[in-house]
Each structure stands twice: as structure tokens, then as C-alpha cells.
């Protein structure tokens, strides 16, 4: 169950944000017993390349997210960490080959 989920997030985060590149990691099984995460819902983190960040500020492009995750922030996720680049910034940040 928990991987269909990364599976949704990450197709919602593509099509909603036309993303380039996603990369979505369920960490619920590390949070088992944390408070909240009863009933399912689960810890995630992602990673979001998408062109729509450009010009946008961490907690702008952040809310973003949220906003295209929609009613998932609140049946699915418990919990979400997240990196957001544009294009240019995630090829800035990969190693050098």
C-alpha cells in the first residue's frame, strides 16, 4: 500500500507540476509510532525539478507542492519533506562526471 502511494504522489507531482525529474521515499516503517501517523497516512520525502519554481522563493515553491498534492496532504501524507530545484539548479547540484 505504501509504495502505490509514493507511486501517486509522485505521478501527481509530474502532471500537476509538469516535473522534469521527481523522486519520491517512503520513510512511514521509520515513523511507525510516531503521533499521527495513525491511520495510514505516512512520512515521505520527495525531490521536485520542475520549471515552475523558477523566480519562486524555498517556502513559495514549497507551498507549491502542497497545493498540487491537494487532498493527499490530508487522506495520504502525515508528513513531508521536500527539495524543490529548477532544472538549471538540479543539474547545478549534481556531481560532476
Same mark, same amino acid.
Given at each position: 500500500?505504501?509504495? *502505490?502511494?509514493?507511486?501517486?504522489?509522485?505521478?501527481? $507531482?509530474?502532471?500537476?507540476?509538469? =516535473?522534469?525529474?521527481?523522486?519520491?521515499?517512503?520513510? *512511514? =516503517?521509520?515513523?511507525?509510532?510516531? $503521533?499521527? =501517523?495513525? +491511520?495510514?497516512?505516512?512520512?515521505?520525502?520527495?525531490?521536485?525539478? *520542475?520549471?515552475?519554481? =523558477?523566480?519562486? +522563493?524555498?517556502?513559495?515553491?514549497?507551498? $507549491?507542492?502542497?497545493?498540487?498534492?491537494?487532498?493527499?496532504?490530508?487522506?495520504?501524507?502525515?508528513?513531508?519533506?521536500?527539495?524543490?530545484?529548477?532544472?538549471?539548479?538540479?543539474?547545478?547540484?549534481?556531481?560532476?562526471?
Amino acid at each position: 500500500m505504501a509504495t *502505490s502511494r509514493a507511486l501517486i504522489i509522485e505521478q501527481t $507531482l509530474r502532471r500537476q507540476l509538469d =516535473a522534469a525529474h521527481v523522486e519520491v521515499v517512503d520513510d *512511514s =516503517a521509520r515513523h511507525a509510532d510516531h $503521533l499521527g =501517523a495513525e +491511520g495510514g497516512r505516512g512520512h515521505f520525502r520527495v525531490v521536485v525539478v *520542475s520549471d515552475r519554481f =523558477a523566480g519562486l +522563493g524555498r517556502v513559495e515553491a514549497q507551498r $507549491l507542492v502542497y497545493r498540487a498534492l491537494g487532498s493527499l496532504m490530508t487522506t495520504d501524507i502525515h508528513a513531508l519533506e521536500m527539495q524543490t530545484f529548477t532544472p538549471a539548479a538540479w543539474a547545478a547540484a549534481q556531481p560532476q562526471r
